[in-house]
T-cell receptor, first 118, second 114 residues
């Protein structure tokens, strides 16, 4: 069965520190999609990134980077030089291709609450 | 502006009083779904719809109903709400074939059942 595990419930760092949020997934499908969403204190869910299972290239977007490793079924998210505005709950999620290529049934991890202190 | 609109944002009600949370999207998306978010449990899918008149149960459908009579609307109905349905609810949509498109979420509805 599909499952997403975010072992870190809460992380607290001081501004400018680097921080990595872990995500481990389980799936039997060979084609699947992985996502990260951010939920700031205001409550909305903000899409950050989507990766498909055939693309293991790491991705960097500004201070954000993602490390996808199929060998360890992990899709970790690193924030470099963290800022107070990065404080949020971050969710990792998994979707399988059998749902017609759309996001189908998105399976979410339980989230990691990141607090960045000034 | 492309968006998913949920109403109301906040709702306090009493046990057993039927309520509906509306969800509307203006992006012509085929796929829509409802999630609930609870502390320590993350987001769990309640129901989803692949297209008009096509709905199916997610992981936690008990106590909820949905309908998809029009493409843009996907209301969530609680016929007889109970306190364990106190939660933060999110509606979401995406194109059916949109593997390059993210799931668009509404801003959430915080429901309290007393």
């Amino acid at each position: 069965a599909q499952k997403v595990t975010q072992a870190q419930t809460e992380i607290s760092v001081v501004e400018k520190e680097d921080v990595t949020l872990d995500c481990v997934y389980e799936t039997r499908d060979t084609t699947y999609y992985l996502f990260w969403y951010k939920q700031p204190p205001s409550g909305e869910l903000v899409f950050l990134i989507r990766r498909n299972s055939f693309d293991e290239q790491n991705e960097i977007s500004g201070r954000y980077s993602w490390n996808f490793q199929k060998s360890t079924s992990s899709f970790n998210f690193t924030i470099t030089a963290s800022q107070v505005v990065d404080s949020a709950v971050y969710f990792c999620a998994l979707s399988e291709a059998r749902y017609g290529g759309s996001q189908g049934n998105l399976i979410f991890g339980k989230g990691t609450k990141l607090s960045v202190k000034p | 502006e492309a968006q998913v609109t949920q109403n109301p944002r906040y709702l306090i009600t009493v046990t057993g009083k039927k309520l509906t949370v509306t969800c509307s999207q203006n992006m012509n998306h085929e796929y829509m779904s409802w999630y609930r978010q609870d502390p320590g449990l993350g987001l769990r899918q309640i129901y989803y719809s692949m297209n008009v008149e096509v709905t199916d149960k997610g992981d936690v459908p008990e106590g909820y109903k949905v309908s998809r009579k029009e493409k843009r609307n996907f209301p969530l109905i609680l016929e007889s709400p109970s306190p364990n349905q106190t939660s933060l609810y999110f509606c979401a949509s995406s194109p059916q074939q949109g593997v390059n498109s993210p799931l668009h979420f509404g801003n959430g509805t915080r429901l309290t059942v007393t």
